[in-house]
């Protein structure tokens, strides 16, 4: 047996003010839309913004249902309609964002597993790391690439002949 270590590499922000320019635009996007989000069951509104090669922003926010898995992420939302409208554009960032009127969000919200792997399959179609920004009332925490949030992610690799 042989043990491994696996670090995770991040950056860490107090506000939206210390981001560059650009990630400040895209971070602001899923903030406005985080109001959008259908939650009436965990009052737990989220909002992601997803940025283009070609500048483009696509926007998505939770989708609750009474029957819990039959809603979706808003992360999905946001890259699934992105590669829906630009099928071709590759995808370099995505910003998410999470707060509640019902309670605190004390720490930095990331990405579920299942969107985790979402985003790495993207990260293969556009064959780069994709920058993924998280943020909420405790802060801002931003990963060059998923690799960092999945380090052993399921991949086409083993499916393939």
């Given at each position: ?33 985080s ?19 070609n ?14 898995p ?6 999905r939302?946001?890259l ?7 099928p ?14 019902d ?5 930095v ?20 790391p ?8 405790a ?11 999945l ?11």
């Amino acid at each position: 047996m042989k043990k491994h270590v696996i670090q995770c590499e991040f950056e860490r922000y107090e506000n939206a003010a210390e981001l560059s320019t650009e990630d400040q635009e895209l971070y602001a996007k899923a903030v406005e839309i985080s109001t959008n989000a259908y939650a009436p069951y965990s009052a737990f509104n989220v909002g992601s913004a997803v940025k283009l090669a070609n500048g483009e922003i696509i926007v998505g926010t939770n989708q609750e249902n009474i029957a819990y898995p039959s809603g979706l992420c808003a992360e999905r939302v946001a890259l699934f309609s992105a590669h829906t409208l630009f099928p071709n554009e590759k995808i370099e960032s995505i910003a998410i964002f999470a707060f509640s009127k019902d309670f605190a969000v004390d720490e930095v919200v990331s990405p579920c597993g299942a969107c985790r792997q979402v985003i790495a399959e993207y990260e293969g179609i556009s064959k780069q790391p994709i920058s993924v920004i998280m943020g909420s009332e405790a802060g801002i925490i931003k990963t060059n690439g998923v690799n960092q949030l999945l380090p052993f992610r399921f991949s086409s690799t083993g499916l393939k002949n």
